[in-house]
């Protein structure tokens, strides 16, 4: 046969089925992906700053020990309300020229998921501190300080970000720490992570193999049957308030001996809950915390009169139907 005797023909056959098969494969599948899959139509685009603060992100590395995806198990219903989908991802395009896509799902969980962090922690004085020492705030924290994100001044400029940190994390006692504008748009970054709604009428995708209730006593029950005031202070309060009641000097009040803790005027307790707190400027700002992670008028009293009875407030408890009556009339 003339055919296995030509070289040339052999070659340009063997090519072009090689071109036509890698083309049908792979080129047209990627494309076609690409084509198909659009971001949530909720999904805010990110603004300048959070792309900047993306990059600080990528080049320190966070990525190393912090996924960005919720996977449809039970075990990451903490992370996110829902499982994380193909079309949470479809905004991602090349970073520049030279480098392709920064995938940050991420594959090390050595810290907790950031998927929807802006929603769990939208705190941005409490990132701060965070980012320039995890353990004033965490204090078995294994996440590195990102000193280098920060500057030590004397005299702050008028756009400049004054962080809290308790004189034993600093290097000096008087040094006065201030963000840097990687810093601020780490942040930003950050407190843009927050989960898109699905369109009306898109359910979203299950998580499996939940665990169930244990029988008698519902999940995180206390004994008398109602929600677990201390667990439910771990989950929505300590992270700034401290587990010790103590706060952080200077960004987070102490909730021991505070006289809204201890007092009779519920309606203002209760306000602070659910729609956030700014009275003075020593402080930084409280999110409207019991709002935002929707909770119950049974948690908003089992938290409170958890706080009533620790670190020797020894304030009475207040009840459910009182505190109820308290949220109806905020509405
Ligand atoms: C060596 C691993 C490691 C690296 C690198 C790391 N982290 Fe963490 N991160 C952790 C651990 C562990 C925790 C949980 C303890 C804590 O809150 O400090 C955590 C907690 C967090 C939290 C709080 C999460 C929550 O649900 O409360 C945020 C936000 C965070 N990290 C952001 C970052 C950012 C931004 C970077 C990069 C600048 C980074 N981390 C780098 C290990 C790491
Ligand atoms: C992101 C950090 C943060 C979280 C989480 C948080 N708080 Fe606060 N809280 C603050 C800050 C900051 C203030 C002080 C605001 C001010 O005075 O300007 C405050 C003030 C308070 C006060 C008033 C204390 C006083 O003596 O004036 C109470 C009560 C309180 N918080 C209860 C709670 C409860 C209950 C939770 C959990 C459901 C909670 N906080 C979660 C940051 C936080």
Same mark, same amino acid.
């Given at each position: 046969?003339?055919?296995?005797?030509?070289?040339?023909?052999?070659?340009?056959?063997?090519?072009?089925?090689?071109?036509?098969?890698?083309?049908?494969?792979?080129?047209?599948?990627?494309?076609?992906?690409?084509?198909?899959?659009?971001?949530?139509?909720?999904?805010?685009?990110?603004?300048?700053?959070?792309?900047?603060?993306?990059?600080?992100?990528?080049?320190? #590395?966070?990525?190393?020990?912090?996924?960005?995806?919720?996977?449809?198990?039970?075990? =990451?219903?903490?992370?996110?309300?829902?499982?994380?989908?193909?079309?949470? *991802?479809?905004?991602? #395009?090349?970073?520049?020229?030279?480098?392709?896509?920064?995938?940050?799902? #991420?594959?090390?969980?050595?810290?907790?998921?950031?998927?929807?962090?802006?929603?769990?922690?939208?705190?941005?004085?409490?990132?701060?501190?965070?980012?320039?020492?995890?353990?004033?705030?965490?204090?078995?924290?294994?996440?590195?300080?990102?000193?280098?994100?920060?500057?030590?001044?004397?005299?702050?400029?008028?756009? =400049?970000?004054?962080?809290?940190?308790?004189?034993?994390?600093?290097?000096?006692?008087?040094?006065?720490?201030?963000?840097?504008?990687?810093?601020?748009?780490?942040?930003? *970054?950050?407190?843009?992570?927050?989960?898109?709604?699905?369109?009306? #009428?898109?359910?979203?995708?299950?998580?499996?193999?939940?665990?169930?209730?244990?029988?008698?006593?519902?999940?995180?029950?206390?004994?008398?049957?109602?929600?677990?005031?201390?667990?439910?202070?771990?989950?929505?309060?300590?992270?700034?308030?401290?587990?010790?009641?103590?706060?952080?000097?200077?960004?987070?009040?102490?909730?021991?001996?505070?006289?809204?803790?201890?007092?009779?005027?519920?309606?203002?307790?209760?306000?602070?809950?659910?729609?956030?707190?700014?009275?003075?400027?020593? *402080?930084?700002?409280?999110?409207?915390?019991?709002? =935002?992670?929707?909770?119950?008028?049974?948690?908003?009293?089992?938290?409170?009169?958890?706080?009533?009875?620790?670190?020797?407030?020894?304030?009475?408890?207040?009840?459910?139907?009182?505190?109820?009556?308290?949220?109806?009339?905020?509405?």
């Amino acid at each position: 046969m003339e055919f296995y005797n030509n070289h040339k023909k052999l070659f340009t056959t063997a090519l072009l089925f090689f071109v036509a098969l890698t083309v049908w494969i792979a080129v047209w599948p990627a494309f076609s992906v690409q084509r198909g899959m659009k971001p949530l139509p909720n999904a805010p685009k990110m603004t300048a700053e959070e792309e900047a603060g993306r990059a600080v992100y990528i080049r320190e #590395g966070c990525v190393y020990c912090h996924t960005q995806q919720v996977r449809n198990l039970d075990m =990451d219903d903490v992370f996110g309300a829902r499982p994380s989908i193909a079309a949470d *991802y479809a905004g991602n #395009g090349r970073v520049d020229f030279w480098r392709n896509t920064a995938d940050l799902m #991420g594959t090390e969980r050595t810290g907790p998921d950031l998927t929807d962090i802006g929603k769990r922690q939208p705190s941005p004085e409490w990132h701060l501190t965070h980012l320039y020492n995890p353990r004033a705030l965490v204090k078995e924290s294994i996440m590195p300080a990102f000193h280098g994100l920060f500057v030590v001044k004397a005299e702050p400029g008028p756009n =400049d970000v004054e962080v809290t940190v308790p004189a034993e994390f600093k290097k000096n006692k008087d040094d006065r720490i201030f963000a840097t504008q990687d810093a601020k748009n780490l942040v930003a *970054y950050l407190l843009s992570r927050k989960q898109a709604e699905l369109p009306t #009428g898109r359910e979203p995708m299950e998580f499996l193999y939940k665990k169930k209730a244990p029988a008698g006593n519902a999940a995180g029950g206390n004994a008398a049957g109602g929600p677990d005031g201390a667990a439910l202070f771990t989950t929505h309060c300590a992270a700034c308030h401290q587990a010790n009641g103590e706060g952080l000097p200077g960004a987070f009040p102490p909730l021991k001996g505070s006289p809204v803790v201890t007092g009779e005027n519920l309606e203002l307790y209760v306000g602070i809950i659910m729609k956030g707190y700014d009275a003075r400027p020593g *402080y930084a700002v409280m999110p409207p915390v019991g709002k =935002d992670a929707n909770l119950s008028p049974a948690e908003i009293a089992a938290i409170m009169n958890h706080e009533r009875e620790s670190w020797g407030n020894g304030a009475a408890p207040v009840k459910e139907e009182d505190v109820k009556k308290i949220i109806d009339n905020l509405k």
